[in-house]
């Protein structure tokens, strides 16, 4: 069949070398990967690079740095490599270190020491009380100490036996006697009154009395004697006490000045060791400890009278050092990549371990830091959705940068009413966060949380694409080349880079752009080296050539491609209605893209228009069914002042008139569709049918100009692989914008097509352009007096809604 003739007023067809832009081999010099140096910077990313420095570089209040992007774009690796490169101006950090507050043991002491010491400090600590252990015991051991102490003893033992025999002496010259009395598991002394020379208890008293045996008078005495000496009793049991008290802490006092020696110079070496902010005072206070416990250090004796080492249970835990950040032997600039930025792993928390006992003590030894600690004076990297996502980490790590400081508390201490059983004192914060994201996430954390950009004061914004000149080409050939280094594939010879750049040409979309997400082009390396491996195709020298990458672009389409076949078998069986063939008034062909993220195709669909005499405008059947987006239902009411603009000047726009995207049943959006809905109103008003062979992509305006649409490579390749499943007839083909020519990379085998004239690519500036290609007619330019040439598509839309609007008149408001 003869290709279709193009009619007065339209556009000749896009020749083929339109349709691809192809890559000439010889712009990579002849050479392969292997020849060809890896490049060493970020290729096309300028204006991110320079954004990344400043925000890196430059330590100032809120100066983190947001790094925005889609994936693919060498976002993470970027940073990772300027990091790498600047690690000289990071300011040193210092050692951080939690002991025991001995005032206030819920609130355990930060140290901080000199970069590189605090596991000296800790280990010296523990090295001090392994000391003390083995110290004072044999301090108490020493045979001066223990005559010494005994010594004490006796001194106040004889002064309590002289006060026992005064007391003694004045019970038995009033006839009374001093006995022991068993109370409970207790004795205790007690005076009694002395009947015919034994000594009576009270109830023995009574009982004399009661017999005649002893005078009432008598007995009386006897009481008051006892009342009087049991006060004497009681004054010289209060002088015991005191003299126990005296005793005790005299042999206390021993002790300390004996333990004092041995303890002053182990803490006044380690003073003048680590002469440091904190260092002395927590060291006075161990001072203080130690010589109020000795006991704890000292021996004591198993029931058979073996000597053992007195246990504690908290283990001296008191003594201990908890190094929460040592930098010994780490880099002067940590650059710390949090992958999982969990609250816990963030900002750490305090472990709860149940002892023997199945008790969960606290104390400062149960601190645990996280990266953001870690990352102290250097960098912190990390998604910036994993951080919006993880509960309380945000909120967290906005305080901490805002303040400046760390708090390390549990993840349930952000939900408990109470206060936390320990509040380690805060530690000082000097670290830069990176947040990598897309822009999206960037523009909604900038309106939603009104701190975001106070703290994220740079903004490094990696672009998806570079000009498509001959030197980003062969910068796009090293960046070939370093990937097949690093994963150690085959070789990529120039052919393969070309079908390799074409690949970047179309995932840029645009014939003058470069894609520059390389994680797309590493994967097809990785399946084209596979193919090349294993000898599909057959050929080549054991590098990989065009074919080995065609073989994987394909194959990648092929298995992603079920729903796109799914669509070409029920348009095959007839399920879904569209005609390739013949023409049909108010009816044409419309493109759509359907993306699943992995996979994207286009697909053809049948839009329809009706019209009547009428009050009610167009009818979008989508957006009455709630099927239909915001853009659509924008690009729809965009027909009203189309029609009104161009034909009801001098009369009113009465006409009902409804549109619909047929056997669609998902919903619609985005105005691409506006063109065609257009043609098929311009179609059902004048009468003219429309070419079942074109297919139609474009948005429009109100003025009838044409505009660029997304997707137009799926687009006609959808409506191609359509015509092709029923037949090429070399009379089919797709209009699409002038503004998309310069986006059209399509596949080879569709530019075959066309080369051999059984397909054609039309471009279209205007509505008239389109509407002569598909109609045949031309479609009439406005005359002077405000009307077009009868036999137009213009002209005869023009007459049919003058007919409608009179018919409106003739009838009135109640007739229609």
Same mark, same amino acid.
């Given at each position: ?107 355990? *002491?930060? @140290? &901080?020491?000199? /970069?590189?010491? =605090?596991?000296?400090?800790?280990? #010296?600590?523990? %090295? +001090? ?105 009681? *004054?010289? @049991? &209060?002088?015991? /006490?005191?003299? =126990?008290?005296?005793?005790?802490? #005299?042999?206390? %006092? +021993? ?124 960098? +912190? ?436």
């Amino acid at each position: 069949m003869a290709p279709l003739p193009t009619p007065p007023g339209a556009p000749a067809p896009l020749p083929a070398d339109a349709l691809r832009w192809s890559c000439d081999p010889k712009v990579f010099q002849g050479g392969d990967t292997a020849a060809i140096p890896p490049l060493a910077e970020t290729m096309g990313q300028e204006r991110a690079l320079e954004a990344l420095r400043i925000g890196l570089e430059l330590y100032a209040p809120g100066f983190n740095v947001y790094v925005a992007g889609l994936t693919g774009t060498g976002r993470s690796s970027t940073v990772k490599r300027i990091l790498e490169h600047i690690q000289p101006a990071c300011a040193l950090a210092s050692d951080r270190c939690y002991v025991h507050n001995f005032a206030q043991p819920s609130e355990p *002491r930060l @140290l &901080t020491l000199p /970069r590189g010491t =605090a596991r000296f400090f800790r280990d #010296e600590m523990a %090295d +001090l009380v392994n000391y003390l252990r083995r110290t004072i015991p044999r301090i108490f051991e020493d045979e001066r100490f223990k005559a010494d102490r005994d010594a004490i003893v006796e001194k106040y033992a004889r002064e309590e036996k002289t006060h026992l025999r005064e007391l003694q002496g004045r019970v038995q010259k009033e006839g009374f006697a001093l006995v022991q009395i068993q109370v409970g598991p207790f004795s205790q002394p007690e005076v009694v009154p002395v009947w015919e020379g034994q000594p009576v208890t009270s109830d023995q008293l009574e009982e004399h009395v009661r017999s005649g045996a002893l005078p009432t008078a008598k007995a009386e005495e006897l009481r008051s004697g006892q009342r009087r000496l049991h006060e004497d009793l009681e *004054r010289h @049991l &209060t002088r015991a /006490r005191d003299l =126990a008290h005296h005793m005790a802490q #005299e042999i206390e %006092d +021993l002790g300390r000045r004996a333990a004092t020696l041995a303890i002053e110079g182990p803490l006044r070496d380690l003073g003048k060791k680590y002469p440091h902010e904190g260092v002395e005072d927590y060291l006075r206070e161990v001072r203080e400890a130690v010589l109020g416990g000795l006991e704890r250090f000292q021996h004591g004796e198993d029931e058979d009278g073996r000597r053992r080492r007195r246990r504690v249970t908290d283990d001296l835990t008191e003594f201990q050092v908890n190094v929460v950040l040592d930098h010994y032997s780490k880099p002067s600039c940590p650059v710390i990549v949090e992958s999982a930025p969990t609250y816990t792993n963030l900002f750490g928390t305090l472990e709860r371990v149940p002892d023997v006992r199945g008790r969960v003590p606290l104390d400062h030894m149960k601190i645990r830091g996280g990266s953001l600690l870690e990352s102290d004076g250097g960098y +912190l990297v990390m998604n910036a959705l994993d951080v919006f996502s993880e509960p309380g980490v945000w909120v967290t790590l906005k305080r901490s940068l805002k303040t400046g400081e760390l708090r390390i508390q549990p993840p349930e201490a952000l939900t408990l009413l109470g206060p936390p059983a320990l509040r380690p004192q805060p530690i000082p914060l000097n670290v830069k966060v990176v947040l990598i994201g897309d822009q999206r996430l960037y523009q909604m954390a900038s309106v939603v949380e009104e701190d975001f950009r106070k703290i994220f004061k740079v903004l490094a914004e990696f672009d998806t694409e570079v000009d498509r000149t001959a030197s980003r080409l062969r910068q796009f050939a090293q960046v070939a080349s370093k990937i097949c280094r690093e994963e150690k594939l085959g070789a990529v010879e120039a052919s393969g880079l070309a079908s390799l750049a074409e690949f970047a040409v179309r995932r840029a979309g645009r014939q003058g752009k470069l894609s520059v997400r390389f994680s797309d082009v590493a994967d097809v390396l990785r399946e084209a080296d596979h193919w090349r491996r294993h000898g599909a195709p057959a050929g080549g020298d054991g590098k990989i050539s065009a074919a080995h990458v065609e073989r994987a672009i394909e194959a990648r389409r092929r298995r992603h491609g079920l729903p796109e076949e799914k669509l070409r078998e029920w348009i095959r069986e007839g399920v879904i209605l569209l005609d390739v063939e013949g023409e049909r008034v108010g009816q044409v062909n419309g493109l759509a893209v359907l993306d699943y993220g992995f996979h994207s195709f286009g697909k053809p669909s049948r839009i329809t228009a009706t019209v009547s005499p009428g009050r009610s405008g167009i009818i979008n059947i989508e957006r009455e069914a709630r099927l239909s987006g915001e853009t659509h239902d924008k690009g729809v009411l965009i027909l009203a002042g189309f029609l009104r603009e161009r034909y009801a000047q001098d009369i009113p726009l009465a006409l009902t008139a409804s549109l619909a995207f047929e056997q669609s049943y998902s919903g619609v959006d985005g105005d691409s569709a506006s063109s065609t809905e257009i043609y098929a109103l311009l179609s059902a008003l004048s009468g003219i049918p429309l070419r079942q062979s074109l297919a139609v992509t474009g948005s429009v305006n109100q003025k009838g100009d044409i505009q660029a649409i997304g997707g137009v490579n799926e687009k006609i390749e959808g409506f191609y692989d359509v015509c092709l499943l029923k037949g090429l007839t070399g009379r089919q083909g797709v209009l699409v914008p002038q503004a998309n020519v310069a986006d059209l990379m399509l596949r080879p085998d569709v530019v075959r097509s066309v080369k051999e004239g059984k397909f054609q690519v039309w471009s279209v500036r205007s509505v008239d352009e389109g509407i002569a290609l598909l109609t045949g007619a031309a479609a009439g330019e406005r005359r002077p007096d405000g009307t077009f040439p009868p036999d137009s598509v213009n002209g005869r839309v023009q007459a049919k809604l003058r007919e409608m609007a009179m018919k409106v008149k003739e009838f009135g408001p109640a007739g229609v």
